[in-house]
């Protein structure tokens, strides 16, 4: 068993941890406050939606020297009514990554507290990391897909009082990033090599 004068952590160290460990506290609560207050704009009585729109040109931007030309894919469009299933999906392309962050911040506090006691390979460490990893990874994937099917479902919506609102805004569209999927896979080496040393510590102390 180690004893706290046996740590090989410096006290510069240790407190460089429970910093960490209380900033990535902070950081997930700060995460759960966005994410409830993200869900009372999805709810409200009026919302603004950033919708992808077709690619247009800009005219207050032609005829400035030095640009030859200007459009803009994107606006920001505020609706009275929109369906409950679309307020959900927006609620999902919100709330999954916010949930990703929670859950990186709850592994880095995790293995900061682990690191004050000398204990880095806990058992339930490795586990801890990979569910880290599934939340990173399935929370930026299927949020970004939840708000694609979000904005094609209040395109539907508007398309059935105007048909003509596909000419402005698309049926579906997904700008998709794939850097959440590959943080996902590099924590999940990060477990398995937690894993390894989980058992590299225990072979170790049963020679002790």
Same mark, same amino acid.
């Given at each position: 068993?180690?004893?706290?004068?046996?740590?090989?952590?410096?006290?510069?160290?240790?407190?460089?941890?429970? $910093?960490?460990?209380?900033? *990535?506290? /902070?950081? !997930? +609560? =700060?995460?759960?406050?966005? &994410?409830?207050? #993200?869900? @009372?704009?999805?709810?409200?009585?009026?919302?603004?939606?950033?919708?992808?729109?077709?690619?247009?040109?800009?005219?207050?931007?032609?005829?400035?020297?030095?640009?030859?030309?200007?459009?803009?894919?994107? $606006?920001?469009?505020?609706? *009275?009514? /929109?369906? !409950? +299933? =679309?307020?959900?999906?927006? &609620?999902?392309? #919100?709330? @999954?990554?916010?949930?990703?962050?929670?859950?990186?911040?709850?592994?880095?506090?995790?293995?900061?507290?682990?690191?004050?006691?000398?204990?880095?390979?806990?058992?339930?460490?490795?586990?801890?990391?990979?569910?880290?990893?599934?939340?990173?990874?399935?929370?930026?994937?299927?949020?970004?897909?939840?708000?694609?099917? #979000?904005?094609?479902?209040?395109?539907?919506?508007?398309?059935?009082?105007?048909?003509?609102?596909?000419?402005?805004?698309?049926?579906?569209?997904?700008?998709?990033?794939?850097?959440?999927?590959?943080?996902?896979?590099?924590?999940?080496?990060?477990?398995?090599?937690?894993?390894?040393?989980?058992?590299?510590?225990?072979?170790?102390? #049963?020679?002790?």
């Amino acid at each position: 068993m180690t004893r706290t004068g046996d740590s090989p952590m410096s006290p510069a160290d240790r407190i460089g941890a429970r $910093a960490i460990a209380a900033g *990535a506290a /902070l950081i !997930a +609560a =700060a995460s759960v406050f966005a &994410l409830v207050r #993200g869900a @009372l704009d999805v709810f409200g009585a009026v919302i603004t939606v950033r919708m992808p729109v077709h690619a247009a040109a800009t005219p207050t931007l032609s005829g400035i020297d030095d640009i030859r030309s200007a459009d803009y894919i994107q $606006a920001d469009v505020t609706f *009275a009514t /929109l369906p !409950a +299933a =679309a307020r959900w999906m927006l &609620l999902l392309e #919100g709330s @999954l990554p916010a949930l990703a962050i929670i859950g990186v911040c709850a592994v880095a506090w995790l293995l900061g507290v682990s690191l004050v006691r000398a204990r880095p390979f806990r058992r339930t460490m490795s586990t801890t990391i990979g569910l880290a990893a599934c939340l990173v990874a399935a929370g930026g994937l299927f949020g970004q897909l939840c708000g694609g099917i #979000g904005r094609g479902m209040i395109v539907d919506h508007l398309a059935g009082t105007d048909p003509g609102v596909y000419d402005v805004f698309p049926a579906f569209a997904i700008d998709l990033n794939l850097a959440p999927l590959g943080w996902g896979f590099a924590l999940a080496l990060i477990a398995m090599a937690f894993e390894a040393g989980t058992r590299l510590q225990r072979d170790t102390e #049963g020679l002790v």
